[in-house]
T-cell receptor, first 115, second 113 residues
Framework: GAGVSQSPSNKVTEKGKDVELRCDPI?????LYWYRQSLGQGLEFLIY????????KSGLPSDRFSAERTGGSVSTLTIQRTQQEDSAVYLC?????????????FGPGTRLTVL | DQQVKQNSPSLSVQEGRISILNCDYT??????FLWYKKYPAEGPTFLISISSIKDKNEDGRFTVFLNKSAKHLSLHIVPSQPGDSAVYFC????????????FGTGTRLKVLA
């Protein structure tokens, strides 16, 4: 079956511009997570959705970052007024429901480069 | 505050030998641990997991060992194959709240033919 998909796969933008990253989770998965991986770093948690609500936004690094999820499916991560330190690979994952014992399936990521 | 640490950024092993990847954690509340494997330009894929009620879990060539008193886990791959060459991430979670994974920085494994 189809896995988690993300678009675009690569995004190059200029400092100060806004960007939107999209995630299509596996159908039927109620839990959705955004992570990012900066150069030389591990995967850093950003936000968690259960259905359309986000009970944990604790990983969002600043108020320039926001995310939403609609219809319990597609999610978009928006970064406003991008900065060079936002350059990273942004990964989306979904799981059947929120539980440690439900494996998170990852998408291929969006590589964001802010010039 | 790095709660999950992988202190070896890279490891090279001869094909057929054992690969041992290590991971340390600091938060005693973690009760579920996972290893993910990542190839370039792909998302991480789940490899193996272990609950804190166990000290060993085996799946084919892959075995994960958990030492709770030392807050240490390791992944053993035997025998190692060239296709195992990838970056391996250790992750930890609490089975409550949001179940988010806390990842280590990864270990790049290279299996030499």
């Amino acid at each position: 079956g189809a896995g988690v998909s993300q678009s675009p796969s690569n995004k190059v933008t200029e400092k100060g511009k806004d960007v939107e990253l999209r995630c299509d989770p596996i159908s039927g998965h109620t839990a959705l997570y955004w992570y990012r991986q900066s150069l030389g770093q591990g995967l850093e948690f950003l936000i968690y959705f259960q259905g359309n609500s986000a009970p944990d936004k604790s990983g969002l690094p600043s108020d320039r970052f926001s995310a939403e999820r609609t219809g319990g499916s597609v999610s978009t991560l928006t970064i406003q007024r991008t900065q060079q330190e936002d350059s990273a690979v942004y990964l989306c994952a979904s799981s059947f429901r929120g539980s440690s014992y439900n494996e998170q399936f990852f998408g291929p990521g969006t590589r964001l480069t802010v010039l | 505050d790095q709660q999950v640490k992988q202190n070896s950024p890279s490891l090279s092993v001869q094909e057929g030998r054992i690969s041992i990847l290590n991971c340390d954690y600091t938060n005693s509340m973690f009760d579920y641990f996972l290893w993910y494997k990542k190839y370039p330009a792909e998302g991480p894929t789940f490899l193996i997991s272990i609950s804190s009620i166990k000290d060993k879990n085996e799946d084919g060539r892959f075995t994960v060992f958990l030492n709770k008193s030392a807050k240490h886990l390791s992944l053993h791959i035997v025998p190692s194959q060239p296709g195992d060459s990838a970056v391996y991430f250790c992750a930890a979670s609490k089975d409550s709240g949001t179940y988010k994974y806390i990842f280590g920085t990864g270990t790049r494994l290279k299996v030499l033919a």
